[in-house]
């Protein structure tokens, strides 16, 4: 098959970085890593590993690089870091950039799409959401426990050919993938259960989303900022309905002793993307009118707990 | 001068029961102290110590007993034990008791005095508000960093002429003592500032009070709560002025590095009083209609946070 965006630079090479760049190489794209503190042990190995579905796949060669002067220029940047390293992406993107080419932020929560957009415009930016278990088990090498799926959409409008055909090589490559009709309304139900279950699991001690619901009163703090986050969206012009709210929780006890992603951060001594989950959307609902009290103290108690850039 | 309240029985040899039982004995009082653990010690050494403002202060000799029945009946109950360990009350008080006895009970938050009227009759009770800054330094023995006041009031109604003398007692053994109009309305008032400080400096982590005022999103949510104690209370008839919210605000970033009792306790690997400081005025203003989400929500994750009887 054709690859519509053949020559696919990835920087930030985490577990989500690499599980996608990964799927697109074998896939078959031309795909550069930007590597920094793993880049001697990938030369030194020579290939990149996928545990998947039982399976080990290695990625060799692998075309892993220092700087992004060395990439050049390619069809597409697929943007995998944390929001909280955001702030290197102007610095870093340019030398990736010709005038076509698009960049993919696979990023939590709010903010990273408008913060792209405004530096390289809006007419170059997608945005993915990443429904997908895994981890960067060592240099080069992730294991997936749940690839789950992909959501794209165009950041600065409906999705056309172009988000069409980049789900489609994406699908061509292993990954599920759909195309969503508006970016923004998709960030926002993904925020329904990030917000509670990555907020509350932290807040309330460091503990699994087991935990969170078998607690009556978190349980029901849960189903309050879930409700929240719905009053925010739809007053930015994005409903969601009550029916997706009651099925955001009832997929929740299945998942057992289940540890979001912030609160892995959070455990391990990262930062926690608080602005990106919590502040960005907080702000953008109490300006559209909408009120959040407990997404207001959530923000307020995550930030001193886990934001490590707050001084102390 | 006469005593109202000649013989007294002190229940709860922490600090505060220390400390308002020595003054009262050493303003003339026959106050008999219960005491458990300390009991031995006490003994030894023959004598309570109080050090408060620059003096150490020993009551010698000092009548200090293991059980209530060696008390026997008494005039005035003072009860100075943890809203937490309010259960052992109805097994313990009954020996202390004459048809006469009154109760003065002397705990954090809602729900002690209701406790105690049920099984005791509300006749019975006065209740009393400590504005005091002391710890238990050893056995028997109390540091006062500032004796600050006490508030009582009566339960079952306005106070009269039992309640003044009361005052008027304490008063005249050195301890600064106001009468309240509406015992209700003077706990509720007293939450405004509990109910935040008490919660924010365990919820963001275990910082003293000057970390909550000088981070602006805290202190917004400091003040917030304090606007939720208010609409709980004005829905229980209980209104409170806004000028009174300033003022509790206010007074707080001078207090500097300040602890409240919660923080200490839940430092110290103790229980905290979680439902007498937020689940009971959380139930209260919810019940009358108040809209709470921010004390619902810290109060749901202070119980799992600090309450060591939530299962784990």
Chains 1, 2 share one sequence.
């Not at 913060?115 to 997908?132: D, K, N, S």
């Not at 929740?252 to 979001?260: L, N, W």
Request: with cysteine.
């Amino acid at each position: 098959m054709s690859h519509p965006f053949p020559k696919i630079a990835v920087v930030g090479s985490g577990a989500l970085g690499l599980y996608y760049g990964i799927r697109l190489a074998l896939g078959g794209a031309q795909v550069r890593f930007l590597l920094r503190g793993d880049l001697a042990a990938v030369r030194a190995r020579g290939s990149l590993l996928l545990h998947v579905e039982g399976a080990r796949q290695e990625l060799r060669p692998v075309q892993a690089f220092a700087s992004p002067e060395e990439i050049g220029p390619v069809d597409l940047v697929l943007v995998a870091i944390k929001t909280t390293a955001g702030a290197i992406l102007p610095g870093l993107l340019p030398p990736l950039l010709d005038t076509r080419t698009a960049i993919l932020t696979v990023q939590n929560g709010l903010g990273a799409d408008e913060f792209l957009a405004e530096r390289f415009g809006g007419e170059r930016i997608l945005g993915g959401l990443a429904f997908i278990a895994n981890n960067r088990i060592g240099p080069g090498e992730v294991f997936c426990y749940h690839p789950g799926s992909l959501t794209i959409g165009e950041f600065a409008g409906p999705p056309g050919e172009r988000a069409r055909s980049l789900a489609d090589q994406f699908q061509a490559a292993g990954v599920k993938t759909r195309v969503a009709g508006n970016l923004a309304s998709a960030r926002w139900h993904k925020l329904v259960w990030n917000i509670p279950f990555n907020g509350l699991t932290i807040a309330a001690g460091g503990i699994a989303t087991d935990r969170v619901c078998a607690d009556p009163l978190l349980a029901e703090e849960a189903r309050a900022l879930m409700r929240e986050v719905q009053a925010g969206a739809a007053a930015l012009g994005h409903p969601i309905t009550d029916e997706f709210l009651r099925q955001q929780f009832e997929v929740t006890p299945p998942m057992g002793a289940y540890q979001p992603s912030s609160l892995v951060d959070f455990l391990a001594g990262r930062e926690v993307e608080i602005e990106a989950i919590w502040g960005e959307p907080r702000r953008r609902a109490a300006a559209a009118g909408a009120a959040v009290p407990r997404l207001t103290l959530l923000h307020a108690l995550l930030r001193r707990i886990a934001h490590k850039s707050v001084s102390s």
